[in-house]
């Protein structure tokens, strides 16, 4: 699969992080797994994706991919997830590794790391 590809897949499933749970199962395959962190528990199977992501439902977030970088049936990306809570934002800053399977995301396994700050351009600065 082309690095393209995985890249509109990719911003498919973030568009999950920013409460769209319906529309990020779509990137991935009915029997596909995430694992969040490591350690955490393994979601499996889309009706599953579809619960993660509602628990991101009503949060204000934005999720920017940086990079995806591909070999074959595997790729990995970087991204960024930003929150806001009123006049303060956070970030997650993460990479996942992706296994791909009929054009769709089978597998991915994240690590991310949490950073405080006040950088509300996510929001133009609103």
Do not use: C, K, N
Not at 3 to 27: H, M
Not at 42 to 66: C, I, M, N, Q, T
Not at 95 to 115: E, H
């Amino acid at each position: 699969m082309d690095r393209s590809r995985i890249a509109e897949l990719a911003a498919l499933a973030g568009r999950g992080f920013e409460g769209e749970a319906e529309d990020a199962v779509e990137a991935f395959t009915d029997d596909a797994e995430l694992q969040d962190q490591p350690g955490e528990e393994l979601v499996s199977g889309r009706p599953a994706l579809e619960g993660f992501f509602l628990d991101y439902a009503g949060r204000r977030a934005r999720f920017a991919l940086r990079e995806v970088v591909a070999d074959g049936d595997r790729a990995a990306v970087a991204y960024d997830l930003w929150f806001r809570s009123d006049s303060t934002a956070y970030g997650q800053h993460g990479m996942a590794l992706l296994r791909l399977r009929d054009d769709r995301i089978a597998s991915w396994r994240g690590v991310w790391v949490q950073t405080a700050g006040h950088d509300l351009s996510p929001w133009d600065f609103d």
